[in-house]
């Protein structure tokens, strides 16, 4: 089975500085991998997906992540925090079973960003 | 316009009764999920329904039953409610069933089981 790992719960960072967000992936193949953000009280919007073509992924709002096969990651970064991005982060992978595929989901890093 | 909606959005409810969450999308997808976010906002997929026909059924009690009256429906009723329900549920469709199509959610039902 597929799994991921999100190596902090909680990230605090100031305005305008770096994220960066840490993932770790388990998979027997090459995965699909996603990162969904979560605001408080809200519902989950993609931010951006790998599904093996460019190995960096550009999403939403400025965000982006690598995938590296050799080290099983798909971090996620920004090179300036904003305020807005103050959030819950998912690290997904897609694991693919007989009749459909379902998402599994890491833990989730919460974002806080100072002002 | 909402692409995938659920009703209610809040659901506060005693332990033994019956309860149905309504997940509706328009975004013309073939494939819905139902999600469950517990306490510490750890994400699980509980079913999947592809074409109104079920694809995916964890571990999940008998008292949970997804019914897909279309495609673009996918209801959830819950029987016997136990205070171990009490969490958000999420509702998600795709466009086809495969790994490299992204989930797009709704806004969450938060179910309170007193």
């Known amino acids: 089975a597929q799994s991921v790992t999100q190596l902090d719960s909680h990230v605090s960072v100031s305005e305008g500085t770096p994220v960066l967000l840490r993932c770790n992936y388990s998979?027997?193949?090459?995965?699909?991998l996603f990162w969904y953000v979560q605001h408080p009280n809200k519902g989950l919007q993609l931010l951006l997906k790998?599904?093996?073509?460019?190995?960096l992924v550009k999403g939403i709002n400025g965000f982006e992540a690598e995938f590296k096969k050799s080290e099983t990651s798909f971090h996620l970064t920004k090179p300036s925090a904003h305020m807005s991005d103050a959030a819950e982060y998912f690290c997904v992978v897609s694991e693919d079973g007989e009749y459909g595929n379902k998402l599994v989901f890491g833990a989730g890093t919460i974002l806080r960003v100072k002002s | 316009d909402t692409a995938v909606s659920q009703t209610p959005k809040y659901l506060v409810t005693q332990m033994g009764n019956d309860k149905s969450i309504k997940c509706e999308q328009n975004?013309?997808?073939?494939?819905m999920y139902w999600y469950k976010q517990d306490s510490k906002k750890f994400l699980k997929i509980m079913f999947s329904?592809?074409?109104?026909?079920?694809?995916i059924n964890e571990t999940v009690p008998n008292r949970f039953s997804p019914k897909s009256p279309d495609k673009a429906h996918l209801n959830l009723h819950i029987n016997s409610l136990e205070l171990g329900d009490s969490a958000v549920y999420f509702c998600?469709?795709?466009?086809?069933?495969?790994?490299?199509?992204?989930?797009?959610f709704g806004p969450g039902t938060r179910l309170t089981v007193t």
């Open positions: 975004l013309g997808h073939d494939t």
């Open positions: 790998y599904t093996s073509a460019a190995t």
């Open positions: 998600a469709s795709s466009q086809l069933a495969g790994p490299t199509y992204e989930q797009y």
């Open positions: 329904y592809n074409n109104k026909e079920l694809i």
């Open positions: 998979s027997s193949y090459s995965p699909s």
